[in-house]
């Protein structure tokens, strides 16, 4: 069994208190690993770290940051299958998905970061013939970058790429529920980068996040996971006044009109509701159908989600594993009571999947479709983060649009039609961060990236990373 240690000063050290949390494959219920369950003098040892290397590493040149990227990527790639079947023993994932998507993902973060560094530009103006003006960007200091269970290390990278090659170096405090993908990639790091450019703390948050949040020397913050947390983040990082990103919850509309390509909306609403078992904050996890298409809809999709095969992750062919904790299948499973309550019914799904013996006290549950619920239902209010979605009907764009923005989350929503002018107006009137168009998890890493309302605060993506990473100076010159 592995134990994972903190990666700080690019040493491997157990944690101060000598207390280690048990970590789980969420497919078996076995013990596969211990980790460090660090607390704040571990992150004082982290944040020391990351201070002290901080002025060479700034001091460096952009062309030679990116080229560190570059090689952290190459390594990285190849140990790609070594990476995804760890996320997928960790986490629950199939193997071929956090190959395909996370571990892609990973390489791609640090290319991308290592290239968009070169092609940045700042600000000038003249103004009014008498000054000329620019604006300076400056790395920051010692990033705090925390994330969540569901991508693990696509999630991490997706901060840790942009914060080191703006000039900052970093304290990390992954999910205590995945926590060992982070740890492979510590020893690239290793590899790679100067001492105490990216330090690694595990833990939980209560005690190792809530330290770094609060920490006097870390000046920013980039947090992805629930909005519950992203709150009370907000709340203690407002002591020092820190600079905050907040990506958080969704509970993302899928619309979808009577005249839309029918089999591609069905194709893509399952994926938008399965994929990753639901555990994406940008899932499609509340279908409206247009009347009239409705129940052509619904009989087709619960036939097709009938069809997707959950069990063995290791199996190219399986397409959703188990939810990632115990803890956490348990709230699925409290929602589909409530949804019974409530007086939904469960078109398809709800219980475990028949499937051998050794998954026997896996975390698995077969993908479901609850149906005839009310808006106010909690299960339509509610971001529950697994395998479940909900279809309602529709009648007309007014009605799409009051039913979309009818939850208090606004992350994402797809819109799947054939009429142009109306997927505009939607894009007008959602209240959400992205919208996709006939289409769901395209992203373009150049965009902005984040939530309205109770989805988060600011964006990440290109240059809207490379800003928050960084403050401007303006710098005035009058010469006349
Ligand atoms: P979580 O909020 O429970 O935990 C996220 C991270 O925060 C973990 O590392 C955790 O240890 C840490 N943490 C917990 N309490 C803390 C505290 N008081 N101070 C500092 N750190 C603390 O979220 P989760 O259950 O790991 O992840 C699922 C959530 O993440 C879902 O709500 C999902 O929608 C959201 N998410 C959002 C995005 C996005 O881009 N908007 C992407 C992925 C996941």
Redesign the pocket.
Known sequence: MDRVNNFIDNQFLPPQGGQFLVSLNPATAEQIAEIADSDARDIELAVQAAKKAYPLWSAKTSAERSQYLYRIADLIEKRALEFAELESRDQGKPVKLANEMDIARVILNFRFFAGAILHTENESTVHDNRTFNYVARKSIGVAGL??????PLY?LTWKIAPAIVSGNTVVC??????SLTASLFAEVIAQVLPAGVVNIVF????K???A??KHPDVPL?S????????K??LR?SAESIKKVS?????KNPNIIFADCDFEAAIANSIRAGFLNQG????CGSRIYVEDSLYDRFVQRYVQETQKLIVGDPGLPETFMGPL?SAS?YQKVLSYLEVAKAEGGQILCGGQRPQLPEKFSKGYFLNPTVIAGLSESSKCIQD?I?GPVVTISRFSGVDDAITKANGVRYG?SASVWTANLSQAHRLAAELKVGTVWINSWLVRDLRLP???MKA??LGR?GGRHSLEFFTEPTTVCVRYS
């Open positions: 925390i994330s969540p269970w569901n991508l999630l405090k992954p999910s205590e529920f995945t833990g939980t948050g209560a190792a996040g809530e770094l949040v913050i947090f992805t996971g629930g909005t519950e947390t992203g009370r983040i203690d907040l990506e958080l919850g969704g555990e994406i904050c940008l990632v956490h971001e983060f992350l990236f984040g939530g989805s988060g990440e």
